[in-house]
């Protein structure tokens, strides 16, 4: 009987991932990775065989969504394999249904939970995880698909007094993080259209990159002032606070480096 382990790498470069992690990944007859879920910049695939003293073999959507049967599924009912993945293992549904079809194939499955922008995000702005609402991506737009589902979130949780985490998308392919300024930019055209209030230019907001890292870039202010701000490390999420706890204000002004007139 085989098995599958789902690890996560975190969220920063080869030296986010757990000591169990880098212990599981080590004992596996084969190491896979995947970086289409979320891109990791930062990560080097040599240093990271380097850590594990074996060969990584990097995974495309299609080897886990339409090929796992014949590739990692195939491998894993003959041995032991890992699976490395960024962030926490199953917030992508993906890896849901990967683990799924293991455990209809009689594989035997098991996940190492890594750090997750779920948890993170909250934590470097000083925000509390349990006053978020739903979280929503902002997808890369073309001439023929642009949601507004993403402001409709915003909307909704500010209503409820919630924060928003917002996250951005990411192209695999093309090796592309979407910015702070382009996730603002596209909700600031949808509140143009819809005048609803949720993401004006005076709103409060939390720019966030580089999270998992020494040195993670958090800044807050408002809207505005956060399009006209410059965030090197990728890739990057933005935070809408709703209600605010005087602590959670706080917080903003020390750990995101928030101006009291943003406040405002």
């Given amino acids: 009987m085989g098995k599958l382990t789902f690890i996560g790498l975190g969220l920063h470069d080869e030296k986010s991932l757990s000591l169990l992690g880098l212990e599981k990944a080590k004992a596996a007859d084969r190491v896979y990775a995947e970086f289409y879920t979320n891109l990791m910049p930062k990560l080097s695939i040599k240093a990271l065989e380097n850590?594990?003293?074996?060969?990584?073999?990097?995974?495309?959507r299609g080897d886990l969504e339409e090929r796992a049967e014949e590739g990692i599924l195939r491998q894993a009912s003959e041995g032991e394999v890992a699976l490395l993945v960024p962030g926490d293992p199953l917030v992508a549904t993906t890896h849901i249904d990967l683990r799924l079809r293991a455990e209809r194939a009689g594989i035997e499955t098991e996940v190492l939970n890594g750090v997750s922008i779920y948890s993170a995000a909250p934590a470097a702005a000083g925000l509390q995880v349990y006053k978020f609402g739903k979280t929503v991506t902002v997808p890369f737009p073309t001439p023929f698909y642009k949601p507004e589902t993403p402001y409709e979130v915003v909307v909704e949780n500010s209503r409820r007094g919630l924060h928003t985490l917002v996250l951005l998308d990411v192209d695999s392919e093309k090796g592309?993080?979407?910015?702070?300024?382009?996730?603002?930019?596209?909700?600031?055209?949808?509140e143009e259209k819809r005048k609803e209030g949720a993401v004006t230019p005076r709103r409060l907001a939390v720019g966030l990159a580089g999270l998992g890292s020494l040195k993670p870039e958090v800044k807050g202010n408002r809207v505005e002032r956060l399009l006209e701000t410059v965030?090197?490390?990728?890739?990057?999420?933005?935070?809408?606070?709703?209600?605010?706890?005087?602590?959670?204000?706080?917080?903003?002004?020390?750990?995101?480096g928030t101006p009291e007139e943003a406040f405002r």
Avoid: D
């Fill in 51 to 60: 850590l594990l003293a074996k060969p990584v073999t990097v995974l495309s």
């Fill in 176 to 190: 592309r993080c979407m910015t702070v300024r382009e996730g603002l930019e596209y909700l600031l055209e949808v």
């Fill in 231 to 256: 965030f090197e490390e990728l890739p990057q999420c933005i935070i809408f606070p709703g209600k605010l706890h005087f602590m959670e204000a706080e917080a903003l002004k020390v750990f995101a």
